[in-house]
């Protein structure tokens, strides 16, 4: 209840979501997490009964990339509750670490975009409209569209923005969707090259 109050959570959960979807728990078989932050991957264990924590998906693969779940279960962070063992310990025997990038469900790709964390990873995939990824927080809002625009707590700056600059000329080269995980307004977003500042990108929210 402290971290809700503080964090402004609600209580609203990623189950609740699956549930206005017709999905249960138990019928979910991949999870992909972008890193392993607990205001990201918190949702992947919950509290039993007896107050335990357990992993919410029990018959998924959860996947994360090696040095992400490496760097989780040694706390390397600059934030001493960042990476939670409660929640990492209930899932260890589900996760699926990849090294750099790959496809891990048909047609469901993740790739490194270090910086927020040394090993955070987006995903993208295709329907009907064109590409959609998920930049993770690379990019977590319209206002960091900035490439040298970072977080305060991103562990490798210069990273980030590299990251994010490679990002940004795909996805504006592709015309990709991209959804930011913390963006308030509209999450979803088109990238498209600013005529009047060589190197800089504007969103356009679809």
């Given at each position: 209840d402290r971290d809700r109050g503080f964090y402004d959570?609600?209580?609203?959960t990623v189950v609740d979501a699956l549930g206005e979807a017709g999905v249960t728990p138990g019928d979910v078989t991949t999870v992909i997490v972008t890193h392993l932050h607990f205001d990201h991957a918190g949702g992947l264990t919950h509290l039993d009964a007896d107050g335990t924590p357990v992993s919410t998906f029990p018959r998924a693969r959860i996947v994360v990339q090696r040095t992400?779940?490496?760097?989780?279960?040694?706390?390397?962070?600059?934030?001493?509750?960042?990476?939670?063992?409660?929640?990492?310990?209930?899932i260890a025997g589900q996760v699926d670490v990849v090294d750099g990038e790959?496809?891990?469900?048909?047609?469901?790709?993740?790739?490194?975009?270090?910086?927020?964390?040394?090993?955070?990873q987006?995903?993208?995939f295709a329907d009907a409209d064109g590409i959609v990824a998920f930049p993770g927080d690379v990019m977590p809002t319209v206002n960091h569209?900035?490439?040298?625009?970072s977080m305060g707590y991103?562990?490798?700056?210069?990273?980030n923005m590299r990251s994010k600059v490679t990002l940004l000329e795909r996805a504006a080269a592709e015309t990709w969707r991209l959804v930011l995980d913390h963006e308030p307004g509209n999450p979803v977003v088109r990238v498209e090259t600013d005529p009047k500042r060589p190197g800089r990108y504007r969103l356009q929210p679809t």
């Amino acid at each position: 209840d402290r971290d809700r109050g503080f964090y402004d959570l609600e209580r609203r959960t990623v189950v609740d979501a699956l549930g206005e979807a017709g999905v249960t728990p138990g019928d979910v078989t991949t999870v992909i997490v972008t890193h392993l932050h607990f205001d990201h991957a918190g949702g992947l264990t919950h509290l039993d009964a007896d107050g335990t924590p357990v992993s919410t998906f029990p018959r998924a693969r959860i996947v994360v990339q090696r040095t992400e779940w490496e760097d989780a279960l040694a706390n390397k962070s600059t934030m001493t509750k960042t990476y939670l063992r409660t929640h990492l310990d209930p899932i260890a025997g589900q996760v699926d670490v990849v090294d750099g990038e790959a496809e891990v469900r048909p047609g469901i790709h993740v790739w490194p975009v270090p910086g927020h964390t040394w090993g955070q990873q987006a995903v993208r995939f295709a329907d009907a409209d064109g590409i959609v990824a998920f930049p993770g927080d690379v990019m977590p809002t319209v206002n960091h569209a900035g490439p040298a625009f970072s977080m305060g707590y991103d562990m490798l700056p210069y990273e980030n923005m590299r990251s994010k600059v490679t990002l940004l000329e795909r996805a504006a080269a592709e015309t990709w969707r991209l959804v930011l995980d913390h963006e308030p307004g509209n999450p979803v977003v088109r990238v498209e090259t600013d005529p009047k500042r060589p190197g800089r990108y504007r969103l356009q929210p679809t």
